[in-house]
C-alpha cells in the first residue's frame, strides 16, 4: 500500500498568516492527490483534487501544487473559518489511503 | 442537491456483524462508484472500500479484507457495507462517500458503529 506521511501533525497560527501543509507519498502517484478539510463532528469536505484543481465554491487563498511525491496545500491569508484538520489522499491506487492528518489551531 | 444519508450503525459485539446503508440522491447514482470511508474516534481517515458503478469490480482496504463486503443496488440507489466478525478496532463513524475522479467529491454525514461487550 502507498503510505502517505502529513506535516506538520498539527500548527498554530494566526488569522491572516501564510502556512503551509506538506504530504509525501511513499511511491510516485503522479498527480493523483487530493486535499480535505474536516471540522470537528463535520464530514470531510474535498477543497482541492488532482493536486492543485480547487472544488467549487474553494475560496482562492487555498492553493494546491506538486507532483510525484512531493505535494503542498498552501492557504495564503488564514481566516478564522479555516482552523480545522487538513487531510492529504492519493487517488492513484486503491486503497485510496489518506495521510495522518493537520491540525491547524488558532495561536 | 447531491445527498448521501447512511443508516444502519450502532452498538454491536466483538464477533458480531452489521450491514450499513447509504441511500443516495441527486445525481446519477449508477454512473459513479462509491466509497466507504471510517474514522476511528479522536483519529485519522481510513479508506474501507469502493465499488464500480455496475458492482463488477470492489477493492478492500488490508483491515478489512476478508471480514466486510460493499455492493450496491443500483435500482434502489444504495450502496451497502456489511461488516462482520467485528473488532474493538473497528469502532468508528463510517462515512459513505461518491467517488468524482479519483477523489470522494461528497460526503454522508456518517453513522456510528460500536464494537464493545
Known amino acids: 500500500d502507498i503510505q502517505m506521511t502529513q506535516s506538520p501533525s498539527s500548527l498554530s497560527a494566526s488569522v491572516g498568516d501564510r502556512v503551509t501543509i506538506t504530504c509525501r507519498a511513499s511511491?510516485?502517484?503522479?498527480?493523483?492527490l487530493n486535499w480535505y478539510q474536516q471540522k470537528p463532528g463535520k464530514a470531510p469536505k474535498l477543497l482541492i483534487s488532482?493536486?492543485?484543481s480547487f472544488q467549487s465554491g474553494v475560496p482562492s487563498r487555498f492553493s494546491g501544487s506538486g507532483s510525484g511525491t512531493d505535494f503542498t496545500l498552501t492557504i495564503s491569508s488564514l481566516q478564522p473559518e479555516d482552523f480545522a484538520t487538513y487531510y492529504c489522499?492519493?487517488?492513484?491506487?486503491?486503497?485510496?489511503?489518506f495521510g495522518q492528518g493537520t491540525k491547524l489551531e488558532i495561536k | 442537491e447531491v445527498q448521501l444519508v447512511e443508516s444502519g450503525g450502532g452498538l454491536v459485539q466483538p464477533g458480531g456483524s452489521l450491514r450499513l446503508s447509504c441511500a443516495a440522491s441527486g445525481f446519477t447514482f449508477s454512473s459513479f462508484w462509491m466509497s466507504w470511508v471510517r474514522q476511528a474516534p479522536g483519529k485519522g481517515l481510513e479508506w474501507v472500500a469502493d465499488?464500480?458503478?455496475?458492482?463488477?469490480?470492489?477493492y478492500y482496504g488490508d483491515s478489512v479484507k476478508g471480514r466486510f463486503t460493499i455492493s450496491r443496488d443500483n435500482a434502489k440507489n444504495s450502496v451497502y457495507l456489511q461488516m462482520n466478525t467485528l473488532r474493538a478496532e473497528d469502532t468508528a463513524v463510517y462515512y459513505c462517500?461518491?467517488?468524482?475522479?479519483?477523489?470522494?467529491?461528497?460526503w454522508g454525514q456518517g453513522t456510528l458503529v460500536t464494537v464493545s461487550s
Open positions: 489522499q492519493q487517488g492513484y491506487t486503491t486503497p485510496f489511503t
Open positions: 462517500a461518491r467517488e468524482g475522479t479519483r477523489d470522494n467529491d461528497y
Open positions: 465499488i464500480k458503478q455496475d458492482g463488477s469490480e470492489r
Open positions: 488532482a493536486a492543485s
Open positions: 511511491q510516485s502517484i503522479k498527480n493523483y
